[in-house]
């Protein structure tokens, strides 16, 4: 099981609490739906999954409106409706209807053949009408894979719907800040906002002059020492800049009150926000650090405004609850490189590699031996042949071998979202390079690159999970009503713009 099972470490992010509520066909014993349940209950504790076991059993409309006052008591935030037996097709898909959060359907196996006239439910069949009356009411519920089983079957597709769950309620309770147009140059990152809308998000925009004007004004802020403090401990032997920590400090503290300020009816905030040229003449640095240590908490900030790329880190970050990062999709791995690291490589083809990069906004824990720099990019444009100053603030270092999932929602010009998931992992190969860097490898790479990246026009930015979290991701995508799921196919398994005669 993934750390849902705990207080999720990061502040930004929803803390479940599933309640399981049975049904019952009221031509069926009742006692079957409750014994059931019961079971359950006791298979997810033994999963230390925090399931609250709701007390009534929908068998008509009466029971839904008892239900959905049970589930206010308990405050409960994602449900997950089980068929003990056969089930009432149209109050129990009126029940998740009428509930705020997601909702799960799964049904029970029938246990042992000594026990197939009272103790046989038919859920397996209900399940079908289930189904039926879902289409009718236009609901998008977490269906697993196969929806059947025993009642530790079933505690296993519960632990799955978990970190779906969690993404769904994040969504729904989210709001995005965004600060400065989207660069010209960087019209790949900009996208229609009313998908957004679409979703249930809530979005803030504001200009580069609102960002500045915030920053002053945390000039004399208290947080400000137990920031500069807190950066000094994280960075260690890092803190390359001593002198350059008051002022991120002013500007963390800056994005951290904006967003207690203005999250109004919603939860949790992220932020999209400009980042250069004129950031660094007027704030005296690059943002990149600070974006790394927001990041570390479920707030990211992605770059160049890109407001898709923040959300795509924000699912991930839900998903997985680790830190998620946003990087470029950014150069190949040299076959000099390739070679002299082929214990390492395996049996990967150098099609299936590509480096994955950003300034330097990948949180340390993500990160060997990350220290502070320079943006050398930047210092060209900005300072050619002088001693870096206002290009400094960022958090370089090679990135952590270990799984990763990249994944990106996006919408295309006319509103309609799209998404890909792709899984593979970072190799323990030394980049060489600068920035927050890292050489990645994932199967028929070359393949998706072209005929998923490349044809379906996604930006270079993608957002990066530290584990794999391709099966959670689907399935959100699939309830959020995405239809175009894109992922790296296998050999021999084409895409529709793939050229068969190669």
């Given at each position: ?36 349940r ?13 399931v ?13 409106l ?10 409960i ?10 089930g ?37 069949c ?15 519920p ?21 970190p779906v ?28 906002i ?6 249930g ?16 004004a ?41 967003m ?12 999209a ?9 007027y ?12 990041a ?7 770059c ?20 998620p990062?946003?990087?470029d ?79 990106r929602l ?10 890909y ?15 927050s ?23 270079h ?21 995405v ?15 793939e050229?068969?005669?190669?």
């Amino acid at each position: 099981m993934d750390k849902q099972k705990a207080e999720p470490e990061m502040k930004n992010v929803p803390q479940i609490k599933l309640g399981l509520i049975a049904v019952s066909r009221d031509c069926f014993p009742i006692e079957l739906s409750r014994t059931r349940r019961q079971n359950l209950t006791a298979a997810c504790k033994k999963l230390q999954l925090p399931v609250v076991e709701l007390q009534t059993i929908i068998e008509n409309e009466q029971h839904v409106l008892q239900a959905l006052e049970e589930i206010k008591q308990h405050e409960i935030n994602a449900l997950v409706i089980y068929l003990g037996n056969f089930g009432p097709e149209g109050p129990e898909t009126m029940l998740a209807q009428k509930f705020a959060g997601p909702a799960m359907f799964a049904a029970a196996a029938e246990e042992t053949a000594a026990d197939l006239v009272n103790g046989r439910g038919d859920a397996y069949c209900g399940m079908l009408n289930a189904s039926y009356s879902i289409g009718l009411r236009g609901l998008r519920p977490y269906i697993p894979e196969y929806p059947v089983g025993t009642a530790e079957e079933v505690a296993l597709m519960i632990q799955d719907f978990w970190p779906v769950a969690r993404i769904l309620v994040g969504l729904r309770n989210l709001k995005i800040f965004s600060f400065g147009p989207r660069p010209q140059d960087f019209l790949a990152c900009n996208a229609p906002i009313k998908a957004l809308y679409d979703l249930g998000i809530e979005i803030m925009e504001n200009s580069e002059l609102d960002l500045y004007d915030i920053c002053l004004a945390a000039k004399d802020d208290p947080m400000l020492p137990q920031i500069s403090r807190a950066m000094a401990q994280e960075l260690g032997a890092g803190n390359t800049y001593p002198n350059l920590l008051d002022k991120l400090a002013q500007y963390e503290v800056a994005l951290r009150r904006f967003m207690e300020n203005n999250l109004g009816a919603r939860t949790y905030g992220i932020f999209a926000n400009k980042c250069w040229p004129a950031f660094e003449k007027y704030f005296g640095h690059v943002p990149c650090y600070i974006n790394s240590r927001l990041a570390a908490e479920g707030i990211p900030v992605s770059c160049e405004v890109d407001i898709y790329g923040a959300l795509s880190e924000y699912i991930v970050a839900c998903a997985s609850l680790l830190p998620p990062a946003i990087l470029d999709i950014n150069n190949t791995v040299p076959r000099d490189m390739y070679d002299a690291n082929r214990a390492v490589m395996g049996d990967y083809a150098l099609t299936d590699l590509f480096m994955g990069f950003h300034c330097g906004n990948t949180s340390s824990s993500c990160m060997v031996a990350p220290r502070m720099k320079y943006q050398l990019i930047m210092h060209r444009l900005m300072e050619p042949g002088q001693e870096a100053d206002i290009t400094r603030g960022t958090l370089e270092g090679q990135i952590k071998a270990g799984p990763v999932t990249i994944f990106r929602l996006q919408s295309t010009a006319d509103t309609q979202l799209k998404s890909y998931i792709a899984l593979g992992e970072v190799l323990d190969v030394n980049p060489r390079s600068f920035g927050s860097i890292g050489v990645f490898a994932i199967r028929e790479l070359g393949r998706f690159y072209r005929h998923v990246l490349i044809e379906k026009r996604y930006p270079h930015h993608t957002a990066v999970a530290f584990a794999h979290a391709g099966k959670s991701l689907f399935a959100a995508a699939r309830m959020l009503g995405v239809q175009d799921i894109s992922f790296n196919q296998p050999k021999g398994m084409f895409y529709p713009s793939e050229n068969p005669f190669q």
